[in-house]
């Protein structure tokens, strides 16, 4: 079946635009997860959706981030006057349910690069 | 806060075993877990151990645990070029438990 999917795969803006990263989980999974990759920084957790809640939003790293999820599926982040600290991957990943045992599967990420 | 401890780089020969080592700070973890991320691709999910256990074996991947030392291994036997890419080592906290945190990740590359 279909992994979760991630667009756009590449994404070039200039410092101070606005972007959207969207993020398809797989379907008939209930959480959903973004979290960024820095170069030197590994993975940060950035939020976390279960439905379309966001019970902890404590990774995001500024006021200018901020995702929301619709219809239990389709998740969008949105990084408001983007900043050149912003360059980074940004994976999604979904799973069945939020129990730790409940497996992350993770999508191929979108690479932004903010000049 | 928690972190998670992995070395950078790993070279190793095609058909040698290969051990990733991980060190971990939060006692509390249930699940700890191995990733594999090839070049511009996302994660993948290898294995994972229950805090409960010692040892997991599936088919050429090992993984230690050694609770006490807060120290996680994976080991890959008859490593091959196909095996070179980056291993995060990830455990789980808190009382949500779905919170993962990575290490920087290990970039193991396989000489043939």
């Known amino acids: 079946g279909a992994g979760v999917s991630q667009s756009p795969s590449n994404k070039v803006t200039e410092k101070g635009k606005d972007v959207e990263l969207r993020c398809d989980p797989i379907s008939g999974h209930t959480a959903l997860y973004w979290y960024r990759q820095s170069l030197g920084q590994g993975l940060e957790f950035l939020i976390y959706f279960q439905g379309n809640s966001a019970p902890d939003k404590s990774g995001l790293p500024s006021d200018r981030f901020s995702a929301e999820r619709t219809g239990g599926s389709v998740s969008t982040l949105t990084i408001q006057r983007t900043q050149q600290e912003d360059s980074a991957v940004y994976l999604c990943?979904?799973?069945?349910?939020?129990?730790?045992?409940?497996?992350?599967?993770f999508g191929p990420g979108t690479r932004l690069l903010v000049l | 806060g928690e972190d998670v401890e992995q070395s950078l780089f790993l070279s190793v020969r095609e058909g040698d075993s290969s051990v990733i080592n991980c060190t971990y700070t939060?006692?509390?973890?249930?699940?700890l877990y191995w990733y594999k991320q090839e070049p511009g691709a996302g994660l993948q999910l290898l294995t994972y151990?229950?805090?409960?256990?010692d040892m997991k074996q599936d088919q050429r991947l090992t993984v230690l645990l050694n609770k006490k030392d807060k120290h996680l291994s994976l080991r890959i036997a008859d490593t091959q070029t196909g095996d070179s890419a980056i291993y995060f080592c990830?455990?789980?906290?808190?009382?949500?438990?779905?919170?993962?945190?990575f290490g920087k990740g290990t970039k193991l590359s396989v000489i043939p």
């Open positions: 939060d006692s509390s973890s249930t699940y």
């Open positions: 990943a979904s799973s069945l349910g939020d129990r730790a045992s409940e497996t992350q599967y």
């Open positions: 151990i229950f805090s409960n256990m």
């Open positions: 990830a455990e789980n906290y808190g009382a949500g438990s779905y919170q993962l945190t």
